[in-house]
């Protein structure tokens, strides 16, 4: 199955890729420079045979596609944050919960970030564990039982290894879209061989993870973010940046203006020492003002 699947898919073109945009006719020149496919966008690679696409069929969600899924607006009926839960301890070295509120406020600007105060593991009596590790189903309950009424989305974070089920190894995170709540483990990005790739990996996930819940599906159009990942180091590969038609998508709830967005990116990434991906963001800011 694995085989067919790859040999089905096929990368891409530029037709399809301005299509999955859409028309930017009536756009500003600000976001038409914003959304316009090119050379800083690269063609999604293709799959090798461990790859998501390898795998899994997916047809990717053009900017048509999302408007007609009726997404989740940020803002409506008063949810207009996004909440960072943090569940059990988190020891030194892991990434901090002040360095991932200031990334998602830059990542999903102008949306505000709180972070929650933290959930101790003893007090959940409803929550069961294997060994070391934690039931993430159980954990999901939890959180969809406690959203607050001005949250867009909870966003559970946490240092322990977790399992949705006893027929389940391990999984780095688990969502429930309609009730905007997910929960993700930092568990095997390995924090004590490479803090810097740890908050990296951490980084891309809960940007990819809440960007689900914006209402994007998995990309197939470009290499971003959006990207199906079966492994570590598929997510390495990946990009931290959004494809033009992903980021429309985010826009469409957000409104921002792009360079604005791209420049707290840009210095978030300056502070945090990640210059390659810095230097993406900055060279975006000149092109988008």
């Known amino acids: 199955m694995g085989m067919s699947l790859l040999l089905a898919f096929t990368i891409p073109g530029p037709t399809e890729q301005k299509k999955a945009v859409g028309s930017l006719l009536h756009l500003s020149p600000q976001l038409k420079a914003a959304f316009e496919p090119s050379e800083d966008f690269k063609p999604i690679p293709k799959p090798g045979s461990f790859d998501w696409l390898s795998s899994h069929e997916e047809a990717g969600q053009t900017y048509g596609q999302f408007l007609k899924s009726r997404p989740n607006k940020p803002g409506a009926g008063g949810r207009k944050l996004i909440y960072l839960q943090p569940i059990g301890d988190f020891p ?8 991932l509120k200031k990334y998602m406020e830059a990542y999903f600007y102008p949306m505000a970030v709180k972070v929650a105060e933290t959930l101790k593991l003893a007090d959940l009596k409803s929550v069961s564990s294997r060994g070391d590790q934690v039931n993430c189903t159980d954990l999901l309950n939890v959180l969809e039982a406690r959203i607050p009424k001005d949250a867009f989305v909870v966003m559970g974070v946490t240092m322990k290894d977790l399992y949705p089920g006893p027929e389940w190894n391990f999984v780095f995170g688990m969502a429930r879209l309609k009730a905007r ?9 390995g924090i004590e061989d490479d803090k810097k790739r740890a908050l990296l990996r951490a980084l891309k996930v809960i940007s990819h993870e809440t960007g689900h819940v914006f209402g994007i599906k998995h990309c197939t159009h470009f290499h971003c973010l959006m ?9 390495d590969r990946a990009p931290l940046h959004f494809c033009p038609a992903c980021l429309r998508k985010i826009h469409w709830g957000l409104r921002f203006k792009p360079a604005e967005r791209y420049q707290k990116l840009a210095d978030f990434l300056k502070v945090n020492d990640l210059e390659k991906e810095a230097e993406w963001f900055q060279k975006r800011v000149v092109k988008t003002k």
């Open 227 to 235: 990207n199906g990942s079966n492994s570590l180091s598929e997510t």
């Open 92 to 99: 030194e070295g892991a990434p901090q919960l002040a360095t």
């Open 181 to 189: 709540c997910g929960i993700f483990s930092f568990a095997r990005y």
